[in-house]
């Protein structure tokens, strides 16, 4: 049976992004196809209940670890707190993955959900992971980060 490996949906062409915008990564589609990997796409934010498109949000007050641990929050550019959609989107993806057996994933890097390296706390690219990214390293999930391309 091919592994089944998660991946940020708008690297793999859906319109999901806050923007209704899409970072299709035809390279990453090719190599994971060449891997004789299943691609699971999945958009937290959308999962949380977050429409698209919506206004751009970022963590707020510390890093994916403090929301995850209720110490910060997650609002978007009006000043809305999310956070509770963001922790849905984000538990949402880890059930995706112990249910199919997902080991690995490839996410979106600079996402306040899906960033691995980088994300954003209050509006400013910092090093650190997005929420959803966090909490599935919590549970042994490996993530790659991946740039993707805006179309
Ligand atoms: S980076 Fe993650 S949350 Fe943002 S649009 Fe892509 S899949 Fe959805």
Not at 11 to 34: I, K, S, W
Not at 63 to 70: P, S
Not at 133 to 148: D, F, K, M
């Amino acid at each position: 049976m091919s592994e089944r490996v998660l991946v940020s949906a708008c690297l793999v062409g859906t319109y999901c992004r806050y923007d209704a915008r899409t970072n299709f990564d035809h390279e990453l589609l090719h190599r994971l196809v060449a891997e004789g990997c299943t691609i699971v796409p999945f958009c937290p934010e959308e999962a949380g209940g977050l429409g698209t498109p919506r206004p751009a949000a970022s963590l707020s007050g510390g890093g994916a670890a403090e929301v995850l641990d209720g110490q910060a929050r997650v609002l978007d550019i009006h000043g809305r707190d999310v956070t509770d959609e963001f922790l849905r989107g984000a538990r949402a993806a880890l059930e995706t993955c112990r249910t199919q057996g997902i080991a690995r994933a490839y996410l979106k890097e600079r996402s306040p959900s899906c960033g691995v390296c980088a994300t954003h706390i209050d509006e400013v690219q910092v090093a650190g992971p997005g929420l959803t990214t966090a909490l599935l390293q919590r549970h042994g999930v490996e993530c790659t980060p991946i740039e993707g391309r805006k179309a």
